[in-house]
């Protein structure tokens, strides 16, 4: 049987499609609305409340966790001051990724944690083979739902029941109050817009989303699925786990790991030199940057709009854009006298409805992952391959100011208006 | 650049056609002014705060024509395009009837069933016949028409191909595009459906805007025009941009400005000044001269106002040739639209459907059978404006919070039909009247729905004429008729964006493709503009 979340009750009267998948053995809806793209816009122009409870929760704390956490994460949690919080990844001794996910620090010796696989046993053993005893590690998965509150008005929303978003920063934390029931909010999300994250005791979850809905009445607040996410996720740059990336820990070979370096997230080890840590992975992942020994680097690519109609109005048909966001591999080409050059991988394909063109995340040698390289992206057309133009570009593909700058009440999204 | 007279290139009226074509060639590098008469840019879409916090769009409304190469072409997400999707059409019918169709085609399936279950499948059917013709037409809506008289070799050659093409079309959307240019949207879907709700809601695409009833011949062509568009590569799906139209224009004039092109408001044309033509030398323009009496100078000036200002007021039509004044002069404008817009206190109330606002996320057509409608135009052929009219809702507010404060809303509703000439009144006198008759046709829908105003805005034919420039107050500049669409828009002859005075352009809606936001006409007259600099077989 499919566990349900403590908001599950709650969101069942908005979905009209009636369907709901499992996410780690929770029911969640893909879409409440018939319309992904309307969800999509919530995040994107007014606001949306996503139920992400089935993340893996741990509470990691004791005199020795902070120690603890330095030697299992690649990036330097002590960097990490309390009241903030940090996205970082962590490793195998090969250096390959076993899984990225938030660090909350709540108190000098306190982290809180979330994953999208389980890592209880992991994390303890991992404890017991540094031979840190003063680091207790609890799985709270099922005591907090997490509510995530993105979009431009998501501050316009929040604001009216907790002082504390008023002042947060990007990546900062508060742990307050709504309506008397304790809520811990980070101003983080994966949607790459303006937004925060509440976790709130299973408990209270009734009374906390009850003040949200009305909160939100006024701001157009829907539940969103998560298809609307995870075309946010794409535009936002934002690499998901068994799609991007698979865990190393239940791969069967080493073509199906990468490193940190692969995924694009040589930036968590920007000051590598000056960081003294020997975190699990540090070794291998090192011999890597030294010897750029890399085999991909993970880019994003923005699809030749031109192109893509041209070889869909060729084969007589419309070219498909709206709802379309794609999961499966897509081949990509070296351009050159030589065709069908294999070259690399798409990972995730999305039409961006808010910048107008087709964008993908893929993976690619060193050689062609220079921003501005143009490639073949290959899709299919009634059935045949056929070859788009990409281009290598920067992730994010999108990435508004109101993400990480201070909101003003009620928030403004985007788009000027004309006096 | 301030006391600057001297440009490549001078538009004349910075709507939406006036600004694509103004970035065009900017784009190219021309030295390039709009000229506005009014305060801001947008034309005919614009949206204006008339009371704090509510945003009205005063005129259009709906963003779906624009064609999507124009969004490439001058990078204006990068400026600031945000189009939302609009997910529902509601249908109010009679006693408390009523039609939600929505982004699922299985749940509009069963939604139509209710009515008649064969409606449900034909609707599918249509629809993709529908898809398919516009599809066959995407390359002719987006090329510069060939020209029908001129007996040169390479425009005869262009009328062959064109019949060349159209002969190539599958047999079903042939005949399908043939009904669309000869019969009446009525009798198309008199011969597809059976329910008079849903035709109704449909019908509404071949009326509007037009002086023209269900049954009217012409509006087939409506119709189709309307479907021409898309969203995100759905056909004749629509979208509200954020912020409304203005918003749109708004990122025009962004992407114009950004590409080095400089915007002038309050600055009327009176004139557009141009050599004589003797000798054998035809005229040639030179310039504007403004309402102020200054002059510009550029050897290219563009007009993006309607046929009959740009033949008969910017110029003197006796140094035209008279087939073409005859044309023009025949030209139907006639007007039959108007816009009552609401700020609200809250949401409209469907009794049965109560407290959803869900159903106001697209359009919300009042017009619930083609007798309602035929009623309707028959007072605009007595010259009264409708006394039960038909109305095209938008409530924008209920996917954009910023139209409006927090739990308001606005409301745009474009009326119809509103004759530009009134047999017994005039419009200063009517305007309120008007008013007060959509209210109360509102509130025979939406009961309470009088409670819920508090701010109305009532934009009459005359008042478009006014304030926006459009002739007899006709919304794309001309109507949507065959005489006066493709090979004869605005002229037989003169469908190509030139005019008989060298270096005088035509760009606005009354050229092909035709009106709506849909920024065509500016594209193409910026791409015969390139065409003529560039040097014969270069």
């Given at each position: 049987m499919p566990q349900t979340t403590p908001f599950h009750d709650l969101l069942t009267p908005y979905n009209e499609t009636g369907i709901w998948k499992h996410w780690s053995g929770y029911l969640v809806a893909?879409?409440?609305?018939?319309s992904t793209t309307a969800e999509y816009y919530a995040i994107r122009d007014s606001v949306s409340v996503l139920d992400t409870s089935p993340l893996f929760k741990y509470r990691i704390t004791g005199v020795d966790a902070l120690r603890f956490l330095q030697a299992v994460?690649?990036?330097?949690?002590?960097?990490?001051?309390?009241g903030t919080a940090q996205y970082t990844c962590w490793c195998d001794p090969d250096g390959f990724v076993l899984q990225d996910g938030v660090i909350m620090r709540v108190a000098e010796n306190e982290f809180w944690l979330s994953a999208a696989e389980p890592s209880l046993r992991y994390f303890r053993a991992t404890a017991t083979a540094l031979a840190m005893q003063g680091v207790g590690i609890q799985d709270i998965t099922g005591d907090y739902g997490i509510l995530a509150v993105q979009g431009p008005h998501a501050h316009s929303v929040l604001a009216q029941l907790t002082e504390?978003?008023?002042?947060?920063?990007?990546f900062e934390l508060a742990e307050t109050a709504i309506d008397g029931c304790p809520v811990l909010v980070s101003?983080?999300?994966?949607?790459?817009?303006?937004g925060y994250e509440l976790w709130i005791r299973a408990d209270q979850a009734q009374q906390v989303w009850q003040c949200l809905i009305d909160a939100g009445k006024d701001f157009n607040l829907i539940p969103v699925g998560l298809e609307a996410l995870k075309m946010a996720r794409v535009e936002a740059g934002l690499l998901l786990l068994g799609v991007d990336f698979e865990s190393s820990?239940?791969?069967?070979?080493?073509?199906?790991r990468e490193t940190p370096i692969e995924l694009g997230w040589r930036w968590m080890l920007r000051k590598l030199e000056d960081d003294p840590r020997d975190f699990i992975g540090r070794a291998a992942i090192e011999k890597q940057i030294n010897e750029r020994s890399n085999r991909w680097t993970t880019v994003g690519l923005s699809i030749d709009w031109y192109d893509y109609e041209r070889v869909h109005l060729e084969a007589g048909i419309m070219p498909p854009k709206h709802d379309l966001y794609c999961e499966s591999t897509k081949s990509i080409y070296r351009r050159g006298?030589?065709?069908?050059d294999y070259a690399g991988y798409a990972t995730s394909f999305l039409f961006s409805s808010i910048l107008k063109k087709p964008i993908a995340i893929a993976k690619l040698p060193n050689d062609l992952a220079k921003p501005g390289t143009e490639v073949d992206l290959e899709i299919s057309i009634i059935h045949k391959p056929a070859n788009v133009l990409a281009t290598v570009q920067r992730m994010p593909f999108f990435n508004p100011a109101r993400k990480t700058e201070q909101p003003t009440q009620p928030t403004q999204s985007t788009g000027r208006i004309s006096s | 650049m301030k006391n600057e007279t001297n440009y490549d290139a001078i538009v004349i009226g910075g709507g939406h056609n006036g600004l694509v074509n103004a970035a065009y060639l900017a784009k190219a590098g021309l030295k390039t002014l709009v000229l506005e008469q009014?305060?801001?840019?947008?034309?005919?879409?614009i949206t204006e705060e008339?009371?704090?916090g509510y945003k009205f769009t005063t005129f259009s409304y709906a963003l779906s024509l624009l064609r999507p190469d124009i969004v490439q072409d001058l990078n204006l997400v990068a400026h600031g395009l945000v189009v939302l999707p609009m997910t529902n059409v509601f249908q109010p019918g009679f006693d408390g009837e009523y039609m939600l169709l929505g982004p699922d085609s299985d749940v509009n399936f069963h939604e139509i069933s209710r009515f008649s279950a064969e409606d449900a499948e034909s609707y599918r059917d249509l629809s993709h016949l529908i898809n398919r013709v516009c599809h066959a037409l995407k390359p002719l809506v987006d090329a510069i028409p060939p020209n029908?008289?001129?007996?040169?070799p390479a425009d005869l050659a262009e009328m062959v191909a064109l019949n060349q093409y159209m002969d190539g079309l599958p047999e079903d959307v042939r005949a399908m595009l043939g009904k669309f240019t000869r019969c009446s949207a009525g009798e198309i879907l008199d011969e597809y459906l059976e329910s008079d709700l849903l035709k109704a809601q449909i019908v509404s695409s071949g009326i509007?805007?037009?002086?023209?009833?269900?049954?009217?011949?012409e509006s087939g062509l409506v119709w189709l025009f309307h479907k021409l568009g898309e969203y995100d590569g759905v056909q004749g799906e629509w979208g509200f941009h954020k912020g409304g139209n203005g918003g749109f224009t708004q990122v025009l004039a962004r992407a114009f400005e950004s590409l080095g092109g400089t915007i002038r408001t309050d600055a009327g044309v009176d004139r557009v000044l141009y050599t004589d033509g003797n000798e054998g030398n035809g005229s040639e323009v030179t310039g504007v001269r403004l309402k102020d009496s200054t002059e510009l100078s550029a050897p290219i000036v563009v007009s993006a106002l309607d046929p009959r200002r740009t033949?008969?007021?910017?110029?003197?039509?006796?140094?035209?040739p008279a087939d073409l004044v005859q044309a023009i002069t025949e030209f139907k404008f006639q007007g039959t639209a108007s816009k009552v817009n609401f700020a609200l206190s809250g949401i409209p109330n469907f009794p049965g459907l109560d407290?959803?606002?869900?159903?106001?996320t697209g359009f919300t057509n009042i017009g619930p059978s083609f007798d309602y409608l035929e009623e309707a135009f028959a007072d605009c052929l007595a010259g009264?404006?409708?006394?039960k009219p038909f109305l095209d809702c938008c409530v924008q507010s209920t996917v954009d919070?910023?139209?409006?404060?927090?739990?308001k809303h606005i409301m745009s509703c474009f009326v119809?039909?509103?004759?530009?000439?009134?047999a017994d009144s005039d419009w200063d006198s009517e305007r309120e009247n008007l008013g007060d008759t959509v209210q109360a046709t509102l509130e025979e829908f939406f009961p309470g729905f009088g409670q819920l105003v508090e701010h109305r805005e009532v934009v009459t034919p005359l008042d478009i004429e006014r304030v926006v420039g459009l002739s007899e107050g006709n919304i794309f500049a001309g109507e949507l008729f065959s005489p006066q669409m493709?090979?004869?828009?605005?002229a037989p002859g003169w469908n190509?964006?030139?005019?008989?005075?060298?270096?005088y352009y035509q760009c606005g809606s009354?050229?092909?493709?035709?009106?709506?936001?849909?920024g065509g006409p500016g594209k193409l007259a910026a791409q015969q503009i390139f065409n003529d600099q560039r040097p014969e077989g270069g």
């Open positions: 893909p879409r409440y609305q018939f994460m690649v990036r330097d949690i002590a960097q990490c001051p309390v504390a978003v008023d002042s947060m920063a990007y101003r983080t999300g994966y949607t790459g817009d303006l820990r239940f791969a069967w070979v080493d073509a199906q006298d030589k065709e069908w | 009014r305060p801001l840019v947008g034309g005919a879409a008339l009371i704090p029908s008289v001129s007996q040169d509007i805007g037009s002086k023209v009833g269900p049954y009217s011949k033949f008969m007021q910017l110029v003197n039509p006796d140094d035209l407290g959803r606002s869900d159903i106001f009264r404006f409708s006394r919070p910023d139209m409006s404060p927090p739990g119809m039909y509103t004759p530009y000439q009134l493709f090979l004869n828009r605005p190509q964006y030139r005019t008989p005075i060298g270096g009354g050229t092909h493709p035709g009106g709506g936001v849909m």
